[in-house]
């Protein structure tokens, strides 16, 4: 899986092949092939590898504060600013692979199955800081599809409309996870939590 990741960023969807998956793995195609018939089956396994990496880093932060749970989830969509192009480069590649979700049907499921577990993990913080007192009480599932949506129409603008190999220089594009992130936090975070002392 680490050396599928790697191949991506490497290569991107369109250049991507088992060849060069197992060249990342130091171990030959054939063995690659045991495991993974095709390109593609090794495709839907990596989406869920992802998923399964995502909900352990969210399990690390069972019993935080709701609100900080929150932001962990939010902050694990936006790049770090020294990635150096990693973001783009890994983005890019899945940006690819979604594109052909609609006409791959196992991409498709696995996605939509990634994207519910991610958009569950907001509304479940947002229902559990409702319950506690934390947030006002809103609508979880609403909430975390706006956050979700947001973020992620802010990653693949990114991706999409960036320039892979250009200079490190913010640009609306570059600059629109953190942009909606800051948004997000001004107009949709603060406004979740309660006011002290209120009921």
Do not use: W
Not at 16 to 37: N, V
Not at 113 to 128: H, K, S, T, Y
Not at 135 to 140: E, I
Not at 156 to 184: F, G, I
């Amino acid at each position: 899986m680490e050396a599928t990741y790697r191949a991506l960023c490497a290569h991107g969807y369109a250049e991507l092949t088992m060849q060069r998956i197992a060249d990342e793995a130091g171990k030959s195609k054939s063995l690659l092939h045991y495991h993974y018939g095709t390109k593609r089956e090794l495709l839907v396994a990596f989406l869920d590898f992802l998923l399964e990496h995502f909900e352990q880093r969210v399990e690390e932060t069972e019993g935080d504060a709701p609100d900080e749970r929150l932001r962990f989830l939010l902050d694990k969509m936006v790049p770090d600013e020294d990635d150096d192009g990693e973001y783009d480069r890994f983005g890019l590649a899945l940006a690819e692979i979604r594109t052909q979700a609609p006409y791959v049907e196992a991409y498709r499921e696995q996605i939509a199955q990634n994207e519910a577990a991610i958009r569950g993990r907001f509304a479940d913080v947002i229902r559990d800081g409702i319950e506690q007192g934390v947030f006002r009480d809103v609508d979880p599932d609403r909430t975390a599809t706006l956050l979700f949506a947001a973020l992620d129409g802010a990653r693949l603008q990114r991706v999409s409309v960036s320039e892979p190999d250009a200079e490190s220089e913010r640009t609306p594009a570059t600059a629109a996870p953190h942009e909606v992130r800051a948004a997000l936090e001004a107009f949709v975070v603060s406004d979740l939590l309660r006011e002290e002392g209120s009921q």
